[in-house]
């Protein structure tokens, strides 16, 4: 009984995705490629694919850096300090979002790239504190000792045992930050301004409509991939480590 | 010395996150001047109509996602046996496809059924998109729960319902209170979902978004935001409270 | 080799909210097995860091052969240190784990190899079986043989060992002991060796420092700290004691055992009487204190019976062989000569 019912719960989860997936190869009952074709010849979604990318390596980067440097320093000893990169994460990200493009507004700042950018990073650095932070020991601080008192100085100690040991958990942060920002909508969405589209928020502006296309299908396809790739090459990392 | 290499985050974190926080609760206000006759319009009618919305669907997404997500966290976490690990990765997987994705999978299914911009659409749509949040806190406490608890419990005469409602039910009761609040939370200000199945459904969310991006009526909006954020950190404050008693 | 390898003058050190250690004075031997001992928290740890560099105290001085370190930095010191949770480096193999202090010092490639391979053939590892290997591949008690070698490998001053045998099962642990002692004895190196097992500080030391909220207690080798301890602490921490409380009367003692014959007084009035459950003879009558004794409980620890014997309301643990024959509630004599009993204030 239970185990009919885990399937039918699994079918759920799935039968949709695989049928945006399979349908996106799918013209008149022929399999083809042609609606991706499609995508690469519309010079709108280029561009879009563009926006989102650099918006993801960008982000990424920038909340990498921050977010690690920070985890690294409370390294699990201040609790209190800790809480502010977790409100990040519980809070809805509307209210985000709509809070950024006020803050934008009052300092007229200009929408678009920049503006989504600096969102995303804000967003990214929560999530990359508490990854790296889960990851680092606390054994850390006396593994750096033991460099110490081996000869190795302070920036001696931190290129080869610090950064070494805390890749891992950077890596898995970056994954995690690409993702979130490459298909993020919400935040995308208030704080960008005419002109600036990702490909989230193209397939938004069909979609919202109720309108379902071939071309959307393959686009989505394209899209859940690159996130899959991503869990994949997540998911690699996280069992090597172990 | 090394906490400052967290300055450059905390900054970044305050000016473009804390701080605009601030800057809403003042456009709630009236911001540049000052008055409260936005927070006594969201008492209209109207808006009191959109909350009871929010707070039907929101809740019958929480009780579904609950009654689907139990039996299957129970299975993965004490019955799945070698299947585990790769019925976990089913569960998880789901998080890394954005809910405009996932929502847009579930229309192209909707939209062959005849189902599109209905109310059990929008369920659908709701429970497919949050059933992943609700399994994964209860897979987490049903786990700790363990077999050796059940067994103790069979061994000193219990019955398998017996065991589930005096052992496993109330062990996992942190688990059902932090799933209900990952589902209820979000669900309340979901804007996503009921715009793209439901048609003309509105909600919190909804709402909020005519307000901002169409209506360009900031203070009302931020007024709306205001008051769902107050019951968020209600919700969130609750929560806390709750885990520690559970810790003692 | 003449001279001291490590000595600390009045070295004290506070953190934010409490002082770690208080006016420190050591001075230890080039070649020498020393132990410091001290219960969790005593500051045992922060004297060690001093030493190794990783902490600078806020008053006295620091020298290790002959010179002054007091504030010099923990990688320009040449210190090995073991540290208690080994803090090998877990993204390197064990070869590259004790090669890394030779690398940082830009030694040749050459010299590397071999110096590593001794190493690890000090510590009793393979070096051809071992050297590839993960540390999470390797055993508690492999893990600890890495450490060792990594911090011989530079060749220290001084190696510092900081509970390094506290993970370890007992039987592990006593072999490791004895592999310490072998180590030191073929790299003839100082070795400071922190700890709160009193029997691990007693049988490997040429001589221990007993330390206690940051203080010094005593200094001396493991016979004169277990024969002589220098205050209650000391005598309480190392060993089983019976303490006796006493009242000076006539030149002798008055306690709640009765009259107690003692060889030496130092002035106080009231005084604890310390003795060591094995002075104690049961049976025994041409003692200088004899006394009346039921026995309350007996237990047989290998070879030797532990004996609680009540003298009046007065509870007395004694250590005597399995020879003997006692039973509980038996009426027996004991006694102790008044040389082996130590006399504290109170």
């Given amino acids: 009984m239970i185990r009919f019912l885990v399937l039918l719960i699994f079918m759920f989860l799935y039968i949709p995705i695989v049928y945006v997936v399979a349908s996106s190869f799918i013209d008149g009952g022929e399999i083809t490629t042609k609606w991706f074709v499609k995508l690469f010849e519309d010079r709108d979604i280029v561009r879009s694919f563009y926006n989102s990318l650099s918006i993801a390596l960008l982000s990424t980067l920038f909340s990498v850096i921050l977010g690690s440097f920070a985890a690294y320093a409370f390294l699990k000893t201040n609790k209190r300090f800790e809480s502010l990169f977790y409100t990040p994460i519980v809070i809805p990200e509307i209210t985000e979002a709509l809070s ?143 | 010395m090394r906490h400052f290499l967290a300055l450059p985050a905390i900054i970044y974190l305050l000016v473009l996150f804390y701080l605009p926080f ?43 996602c609950f009654i689907l997500a139990y039996p299957l966290s129970y299975y993965i976490a004490l019955k799945a046996g070698k299947w ?94 932090a799933g209900v609040l990952l589902v209820f939370i979000p669900a309340l200000g979901e804007f996503v979902v009921p715009t793209m199945l439901g048609g003309t459904y509105a909600t919190i969310g909804t709402i909020t978004w005519d307000l901002f991006l169409r209506y360009h009526n900031w203070w009302k909006g931020s007024a709306l935001s205001v008051v769902y954020m107050a019951l968020v950190l209600l919700a969130i404050t609750i929560y806390i409270k709750r885990s520690e008693r559970i810790e003692l | 080799m003449e001279g001291f390898a490590v000595e600390l003058d009045g070295v004290s050190k506070s953190y934010s909210n409490f002082e770690a250690v208080r006016d420190i004075k050591l001075k230890i031997r080039r070649g020498e097995f020393f132990s410091i001992l001290g219960p969790s928290g005593s500051g045992k740890t922060t004297i060690l860091r001093l030493i190794a560099g990783l902490l600078y105290p806020d008053k006295g001085s620091i020298r290790l052969m002959g010179e002054d370190v007091t504030f010099v930095p923990a990688y320009k010191r040449n210190v090995g240190m073991v540290f208690q949770d080994l803090a090998l480096f877990p993204h390197l193999n064990v070869f590259e784990n004790v090669a890394y202090g ?56 001084v190696l510092l060992l900081d509970e390094p045998l506290g993970s370890l099962d007992l ?20 070795l400071v ?70 060889s030496n007084l130092n002035g106080a009035k009231r005084v604890l009487v310390a003795i060591r459950p094995e002075k104690i003879k049961i049976g025994c009558r041409n003692l200088d204190n004899v006394y009346n004794a039921v026995v309350e409980e007996v237990a047989y620890v290998g070879g030797f019976l532990s004996v609680k014997a009540r003298i009046n309301d007065f509870c007395l643990k004694c250590l005597t062989s399995s020879d003997l024959r006692v039973e509980e509630n038996q009426k027996v004599e004991l006694g102790w000569r008044a040389d082996d009993a130590i006399i504290f204030e109170a």
Wanted: glycine share 6%.
């Fill in chain 1, 100 to 242: 950024l493009l006020l803050f934008y507004r009052l300092l007229s700042f200009p929408l678009g790239f920049y503006s989504v950018l600096l969102g995303h990073i804000a967003f990214n650095i929560a999530f990359v504190f508490i990854i790296v932070n889960a990851r680092l020991s606390s054994q850390l601080r006396s593994i750096e000792d033991a460099s110490l008192t081996l000869g190795a100085d302070e920036v001696q100690t931190f290129l080869r045992v610090t950064v070494p040991i805390a890749m891992p958990g950077i890596i898995a942060a970056s994954l995690i930050a690409f993702t979130l920002s490459w298909d993020n909508f919400i935040k995308t969405v208030f704080t960008t301004g005419p002109g600036f589209q990702t490909l989230p928020l193209l397939i938004w502006s069909q979609a919202a409509r109720g309108v379902v296309s071939p071309s959307l299908n393959a686009l989505t396809t394209l899209m859940l991939f690159v996130s899959l790739f991503l869990a994949y090459l997540y998911a690699k990392i996280s069992t090597k480590r172990e």
């Fill in chain 2, 22 to 64: 601030l800057i809403t609760l003042l456009y709630s206000f009236g911001f540049p001047g000052f008055t409260l006759k936005h927070y006594s319009e969201i008492l209209d009618p109207l808006y009191l109509k959109v909350f009871i919305n929010s707070l039907i669907l929101a809740s019958i997404t929480t009780v579904l």
């Fill in chain 2, 84 to 177: 585990k690990n790769f019925l976990l990765l089913l569960v998880i997987l789901p998080f890394w496809i954005s809910f405009l994705l996932r929502t847009y999978a579930i229309m192209t299914l909707l939209t062959p059924l005849g189902l599109m911009f209905t109310f059990p659409a929008v369920v659908i749509g709701m429970v497919y998109d949050y059933l992943p949040f609700m399994i994964l806190p209860l897979y987490a406490s049903l786990e700790r729960v363990g077999r050796s608890q059940i067994e103790a419990s069979y061994v000193l005469g219990a019955k398998p319902s017996q065991t589930f409602l005096k052992i496993t039910l109330p062990l996992s009761k942190s688990g059902i209170f």
């Fill in chain 3, 102 to 157: 030779l690398k940082v010092r830009k030694t040749p490639e050459e010299e590397i190899k071999r110096k590593v391979k001794e190493c690890l053939e000090i510590v009793n590892l393979d070096p051809e079986k071992f050297g590839k290997r993960k540390i999470n591949q390797l055993s508690g008690g492999q893990q600890q043989r890495v450490a060792i070698a990594r911090a011989l490998a530079i060749e220290p001053s």
């Fill in chain 3, 171 to 190: 039987k592990l642990r006593q072999h490791m002991m004895s592999e310490l002692k072998r180590i030191q004895k073929t790299v003839k190196t100082t």
């Fill in chain 3, 193 to 262: 060796y922190v700890t709160h097992d009193q029997s691990e500080a007693l049988i490997m030391s040429d001589r221990i420092a007993v330390i206690n909220q940051g203080s010094l207690e005593q200094i001396g080798t493991p016979a004169e700290i277990y024969e002589n301890p220098a205050t209650k602490f000391v005598a309480e921490f190392i060993g089983e004691m019976n303490f006796i409380p006493a009242e000076v009367y006539n030149g002798g003692l008055i306690s709640e055992i009765g009259y107690i014959k003692v």
